[in-house]
């Protein structure tokens, strides 16, 4: 039995059906079959945005059918449709991702990919959200996607066109409008106070 993140090889590849075995007391990731740490806890200002964002968002889909969740949720996200624990290599925790297709969701999390997915960073994750994670997304068929950064006080907001995430706009200020829910604009001094 895996209890410790140190019993994993750093190199190695493993797929979900691994990821479910482990007794880990740290959170982890799979981002294409490679162990991602998610320790030590996020800083202050992340968690005041995460909080923020989150309570935002779910107040506008208070008894719609779209479901807003917080990390730790497993996203499982599969390449070809193979579902399958064994075949699937990425598993996230987005730190807010909105589901709006109840058969996407199961009592282990997600299986596919959200509507839209928020990450917020830190000094430690900046490049998987603006690299890895985003081309996973973007792979996936994430509709949405925002990285928040706390330190700087913006926020990239990407569509999925076609294939792509295209950049909408980097926001500093003002409103906020999702794109794919465009009746839900976040203030941008309300994610950051």
Known sequence: MITDISQLDPNGTYTYADYLKWQLDEHVELIRGKIIAMSPAPKRMHQSASGNLSYTIRHYFDGATCQVYDAPFDVRLPVQNKKKP????????????????????????CLGAP??????????????????????????????????????????????????FALVDIYESGEIPCRIFPELIVPHERIFR
Do not use: M
Request: with cysteine.
């Open 86 to 109: 064994e075949q699937i290599y990425s598993v996230v925790q987005p730190d807010i991702c909105v589901i709006c297709d109840s058969t996407k969701l199961d009592d282990d999390g």
């Open 115 to 164: 509507d839209w997915v928020i990450e917020i960073t830190s000094a430690r994750t900046a490049k998987y959200d603006f690299d890895e994670k985003f081309h996973l997304y973007e792979q996936a068929g994430v509709r949405e996607y925002w990285i928040v950064q706390p330190k700087e006080k913006a926020v990239n907001v990407y569509v999925l066109e076609g294939d792509e």
